[in-house]
């Protein structure tokens, strides 16, 4: 599976998630061996909140996301495996797939905004 032609495949606005995701991730991936611990809370929820987008945006469908995503695996076979009639390749579960998104997102959120280091105490 080509992750340039994933997201080439991907409408606006998902696809600049997906990309902010990634860039977030990596910071986030980048400061733990660091030992930056301010700049790792902050950007695990960054990651959150952009998680939460991204969730959000698959479960709701917007501008045909879940539907394209869908098609994607359909048409593309990742490692070789064909999962046109599979469930995992229907728009129905890559909404459900986003809710779940959007749900750890949030975890993110909460942890990084109530961590007792963040705050000094």
Same mark, same amino acid.
């Given at each position: 599976?080509?992750?340039?032609?994933?997201?080439?495949a991907?409408?606006?606005?998902?696809?600049?998630?997906?990309i902010?995701?990634?860039i977030?991730?990596?910071?986030t991936?980048v400061?733990?061996?660091?030992?930056?611990?301010?700049?790792?809370?902050? =950007?695990s929820?960054?990651? $959150?909140?952009? &998680?939460?987008?991204? !969730?959000?945006?698959l479960? #709701?469908n /917007?501008?045909g996301?879940?539907?394209a995503?869908?098609k994607?695996?359909?048409e593309?076979?990742?490692?070789?495996?064909?999962y046109?009639?599979?469930?995992?390749?229907?728009p129905?579960y =890559?909404?459900?797939?986003? $809710?779940?998104? &959007?749900?750890?997102? !949030?975890m993110?959120?909460? #942890?990084? /905004?109530t961590?007792s280091?963040?705050?000094?105490?």
């Open positions: 599976m080509n992750p340039f032609k994933f997201l080439a991907l409408p606006q606005p998902v696809k600049t998630f997906y902010l995701f990634f977030v991730f990596m910071v991936f400061s733990v061996p660091l030992g930056a611990r301010d700049v790792t809370r902050w =950007a929820g960054a990651l $959150g909140a952009v &998680a939460i987008l991204l !969730g959000l945006s479960l #709701t /917007l501008n996301s879940a539907t995503m869908s994607y695996l359909k593309s076979k990742p490692m070789g495996v064909d046109s009639g599979s469930f995992l390749a229907s129905a =890559a909404r459900f797939f986003g $809710g779940f998104f &959007a749900v750890v997102g !949030g993110f959120v909460f #942890t990084s /905004l961590s280091e963040m705050w000094g105490s």
